[in-house]
Structures are given as structure tokens and as C-alpha cells.
């Protein structure tokens, strides 16, 4: 006898029944696993921009300011009566926005801010994450859904 190999129609369907559930499933997880991403990535680097003008403040013996701006920021001070530009920083993705007030940092590495300064981390306007920033000025990551910075 010949037997002819392959799929049926109804396996075929079945087959992409599935494939298109399972797509559905999956597929509003991975946006929101990339929102997530972006938004941890963009505070790990709001961190680190942060962490620099502090030192860099201390290592130049000079004021040194971190400024906020809507999709990034910067970090500037004087060295000599010559401005100096540490830092230039522009967020890759259109949906993050900064916002937050200028920082700045003695000679010391400290900042007399404030209880409960922060700079916060939105996407799509809604507020995902905020970097603390304590009263001396050393900040740290904290989660919105922990509430608002000590």
C-alpha cells in the first residue's frame, strides 16, 4: 500500500490554535519585562552619573553639580575658574523622563539636602522607580511600590 506522509488540515490548525494562544500569553510579559529592564538599566546609570559627581567633587576640591534633565543629565563643576563638563548623559529610550532638582556636591563629596530628595525615573508618565538621595547626599535605588524616600 502507498501511504502519503504529512499533516492534516486539522493538525495544522490545531497547530496554530495553539501557537496564536500561546502568543498572546507571552507576548504583553515581554513588553513589560523590557519596560522593567529599561527602567532598572536607566536608575543603575542615574546611580552611577550620581556616585561620580560626588567623587568627582571630592577628588577636584571644587563644588560639583549634577543636573536632571528631561531625558538624561549631566555633570558639571569649575576646576581652575575653568568649567569642566564630567558628564553628558541622553536616555536612549523616548519613553523614560527624569525629573528632579540640581544637586550639588562640596568639596567634600556632600550635599546638604533636604529629607526625602529624590529623582524620579517615569515611563509613559507613570512613575516606575526614584533614586533617594539622603541627607548627605549619597544615593541609593528605591522602588515607588516601597513609597516615598526617607
Given at each position: 500500500m502507498y501511504r502519503k506522509k504529512g499533516f492534516t488540515l486539522i493538525e495544522l490548525l490545531i497547530a496554530?490554535?495553539?501557537a496564536a494562544v500561546l502568543a498572546t500569553v507571552a507576548i504583553?510579559?515581554?513588553?513589560s519585562l523590557t519596560q522593567r529592564n529599561t527602567v532598572t538599566g536607566t536608575g543603575?546609570?542615574?546611580?552611577?552619573?550620581?556616585?561620580l559627581a560626588r567623587s568627582q567633587?571630592?577628588?577636584?576640591e571644587e563644588n560639583t553639580i549634577f543636573t536632571p534633565l528631561a531625558n538624561g543629565w549631566q555633570v558639571d563643576n569649575t576646576v581652575?575658574?575653568?568649567p569642566v563638563n564630567h558628564l553628558t548623559h541622553t536616555v536612549d529610550n523616548d519613553n523614560i523622563t527624569i525629573a528632579g532638582n540640581?544637586?550639588?556636591?562640596?568639596s567634600r563629596g556632600r550635599a546638604a539636602l533636604?529629607?526625602?530628595?529624590?529623582i524620579d525615573i517615569s515611563y509613559d508618565g507613570e512613575l516606575q522607580s526614584r533614586v533617594c538621595l539622603s541627607l548627605t547626599g549619597r544615593p541609593f535605588i528605591k522602588n515607588v511600590k516601597d513609597g516615598a524616600c526617607p
Open positions: 496554530v490554535v495553539i504583553p510579559s515581554f513588553i543603575h546609570d542615574l546611580l552611577g552619573a550620581l556616585m567633587a571630592a577628588a577636584d581652575n575658574l575653568i540640581a544637586i550639588t556636591y562640596n533636604p529629607a526625602g530628595t529624590s
